[in-house]
């Protein structure tokens, strides 16, 4: 009979028959379920050979590096490294503003050497412990649907991807592929993660993409328009909560459009940027609905963010499904 239980186990063991009993395991994490559950995994089986580092590309949300630091480390003892990069990319990020594919690319390429050089400083600090040993191997959290995935998109729809977990690192590193989730599902995997002991707040939290707030403001990226995307988010996302309807939804967020529009602020006509509110609701986020709200809850986030985020005039709800739309904005 397979169980939670002793499926922890064997991954534990297979896990140490792989690796060994010296050299280095690395992989990144960005506090979502996925990789907080492999790298927790990792961590029973092999303690602090195991690093885990959180690339901070400026693209998080409000206060998110912090908190997944503080989860990942004093919660669940992992072995944990935060770089912040945010100049890097937001500097590479700025003046692009019309090439969604090129935004990607700047943002993955930047992670990749980001990565890499902090694999290589780990590497060297590592020489002269107990472990010492090379990084021979890169933990990813791919899942079972992301593997066939990888495996179905051919041709011309593998461009719809280009963002996908697996591929890239590991050919670029020399590295062997350890995926301990590449048999189980979503709802799997969550489970897995209450197993360890990972808090229900992350075990439920919606995804996140890689390439953060980038994907989410349409347009040119700037500290500004960052700085408000945060606020605004962190409102709706609060107001969602306090509703008891985040885990009626699969996905929400705000973003902004690069435009302003005219408002009214006291006695004064503002020319300030467009928030976009968006929230579906999907089983395998290839297609999805936007959620319905009440329309006294939407008036309500709108209130507020127009009330409290600085430099914001308008708020809209993009309730287009996916198709035509895609859950983010690029
Ligand atoms: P779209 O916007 O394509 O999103 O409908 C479908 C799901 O994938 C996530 N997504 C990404 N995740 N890197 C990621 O890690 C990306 O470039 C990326 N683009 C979209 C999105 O958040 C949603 O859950």
């Not at 960005?30 to 602090?48: E, H, N, P, Q, Y």
């Not at 912090?66 to 590479?92: P, R, Y």
């Not at 995307?229 to 309807?245: C, K, M, N, P, T």
Request: charged content about 25%.
């Amino acid at each position: 009979e397979w169980t939670m239980d002793k499926f922890v186990d064997q991954e534990i063991e297979r896990i140490r028959a792989l690796v060994g009993d010296k050299g280095q395991v690395i992989g990144a994490v960005s506090g979502g379920v996925d990789s907080t559950v492999a790298a927790k995994l990792m961590t029973r089986a092999i303690g602090d050979r195991f690093h885990a580092v959180l690339v901070d590309n400026g693209l998080l949300r409000l206060n998110e590096a912090e908190q997944v630091k503080e989860t990942l480390t004093k919660h669940l003892g992992i072995n944990l490294t935060v770089i912040d990069a945010s100049e890097q990319f937001l500097s590479k990020l700025s003046g692009i503003h019309d090439d969604p594919e090129k935004k990607r690319k700047i943002i993955g390429g930047t992670f990749i050497d980001v990565f890499l050089s902090k694999a290589k400083e780990i590497e060297k600090a590592a020489a002269n412990t107990a472990n010492a040993g090379p990084i021979e191997w890169l933990l990813q959290g791919t899942l079972y649907p992301d593997v066939i995935e990888s495996i179905s998109f051919k041709g011309p729809s593998q461009t719809i991807k280009t963002h996908h977990n697996v591929g890239g690192l590991p050919s670029k590193m020399s590295l062997k592929l350890i995926e301990p989730l590449r048999e189980l599902f979503k709802d799997e995997v969550r489970l897995l993660g209450a197993e360890l002991g990972i808090p229900p707040d992350l075990v439920w939290r919606h995804p996140f993409p890689g390439p953060g707030l980038g994907i989410r403001i349409v347009g040119e990226v700037t500290p500004e328009k960052i700085r408000i995307v945060r606020q605004a988010d962190s409102i709706f996302i609060s107001e969602i909560r306090s509703a008891g309807l985040y885990n009626q939804i699969s996905q929400a967020y705000a973003g902004l459009y690069s435009v302003k529009a005219v408002g009214v602020a006291g006695d004064k006509r503002v020319h300030e940027w467009v928030i976009v509110l968006r929230a579906v609701t999907t089983t395998d986020f290839m297609t999805a609905d936007g959620y319905e709200f009440e329309w006294g809850f939407l008036k309500g986030v709108m209130r507020r963010i127009c009330n409290e985020v600085s430099g914001v005039s308008r708020c809209v709800y993009d309730p287009t499904s996916k198709p035509p739309g895609t859950i983010e904005q690029e």
